[in-house]
Nanobody, 117 residues
Framework: QLVESGGGLVQAGGSLRLSCAAS????????MGWYRQAPGNKRELVAT???????NYTDSVKGRFTISRDNAKNTVYLQMNSLKPEDTAVYYC?????????????WGHGTQVTVSS
């Protein structure tokens, strides 16, 4: 249902932009966002954006990451600047969306972000 792209390897201080596009079977979307999970750690919320476009961020990424969405494309983005080694994780997008059977939460397959020191 969700296709992610944009992960990779970058040096500390660099930037990456993640994208996540929802498939056509999801015909209405409310909130969208990103989680991440580093090895040995629990999955943590990174950023969310409401249907009205209001963003929220976890404290560790405030001022460095920007979440945005393109409703016409059913796509959510995460612009990551000033990356740090501790940002290294698998990043997962999610959407709270509606299909013919009702509303649910859908997840992307994850994309690896590795920040070298």
């Amino acid at each position: 249902q969700l296709v992610e792209s944009g992960g990779g390897l970058v040096q500390a201080g660099g930037s990456l932009r993640l994208s996540c596009a929802a498939s056509g079977s999801i015909f209405s979307i409310n909130a969208m966002g990103w989680y991440r999970q580093a090895p040995g750690n629990k999955r943590e919320l990174v950023a969310t954006i409401t249907g009205g476009g209001s963003p929220n961020y976890t404290d560790s990424v405030k001022g460095r990451f920007t979440i945005s969405r393109d409703n016409a494309k059913n796509t959510v983005y995460l612009q990551m600047n000033s990356l740090k080694p501790e940002d290294t994780a698998v990043y997962y997008c999610y959407v709270n969306g509606a299909v013919v059977t009702g509303w649910g939460v859908y997840w992307g397959h994850g994309t690896q972000v590795t920040v070298s020191s």
